[in-house]
């Protein structure tokens, strides 16, 4: 059976953005910049996302579009006799099983939180109200199966349907519902009262704090999080790589 390729370039780029733009970035990030120093962190982190994370996700795309494998047989096929680098394959592979338990329970949390507020279940409640509601969530062995049936039922089902009329067309949907709620929220957050502050503090480096939190340490979450913004290290992005059709000039 021949293996089946991406539609379009948009297919490409939006399939890769989905793996790469999520919990890390829109969850994760703005507590880790705080942590480190705001926009101190932030230059720290847009170095190492051009230096390695950029160079690093070409590669993998490389090894992916050259291969046309899985992220195992990929490096099996490219490599030299003698070589190991197959053994990098069986790591990704491990980090992808890893990365589905986590992606896989979490979204079954915000599949929880919408329906609870598709049913007024937050209106009224304070913070502390809305905290236990969490806690609650997760003391009930029945809604976190529950929801994590749903979500791996959903993406089998998807998956079924084939890389362009599933995997393919879903993408290009939720990513433009998802980059529209992103500009509305940053429009949002800009307008509210202290939206400025809130700028300064993501713009305007403190190096105070980054001092305080330790200059090591900060370089090293910098790091850790362009890798994590890229999806990178456990061949995500070979996988889509090994989808783009070889004529096309992606």
Request: net charge positive; hydrophobic share 50%; glycine share 14%.
């Amino acid at each position: 059976m021949e293996r089946e390729k991406l539609g379009s370039r948009m297919g490409f780029i939006l399939l890769s953005a989905g793996c790469a733009i999520g919990i890390g970035n829109v969850w994760r990030f703005p507590y880790i910049a705080g942590v480190y120093g705001g926009g101190a962190f932030v230059l720290f982190y847009l170095f190492f996302l051009v230096i390695m994370g950029i160079p690093v996700m070409t590669m993998e795309f490389a090894v992916g579009r050259a291969s046309r494998r899985s992220v195992i047989r990929g490096f099996e096929t490219l490599e030299k006799p003698g070589q190991k680098w197959h053994l990098h394959g069986y790591l990704g592979m491990a980090g992808n099983y890893l990365l589905m338990m986590f992606y896989t329970t979490v979204t079954g949390w915000m599949l929880y939180y919408f329906y609870q507020m598709l049913t007024g279940k937050f209106q009224g409640k304070n913070t502390d109200q809305v905290g236990q509601m969490f806690m609650d969530m997760l003391a009930s062995p029945q809604i976190l199966t529950g929801t994590t049936i749903v979500v791996v039922a959903a993406g089998i089902f998807i998956c079924s349907i084939g890389l362009q009329k599933g995997v393919e067309r879903i993408t290009k949907i939720m990513m433009s519902l998802l980059l529209g709620i992103i500009i509305i929220l940053a429009v949002h957050s800009c307008l509210l009262k202290g939206g400025a502050e809130g700028l300064k503090f993501y713009l305007l480096p403190d190096f105070g704090k980054m001092k305080e939190a330790g200059v090591w340490e900060t370089i090293t979450a910098a790091m850790n999080q362009a890798f994590f913004t890229l999806s990178l290290g456990i061949g995500s992005m070979g996988i889509f790589g090994s989808y783009i059709d070889k004529n096309e000039a992606f």
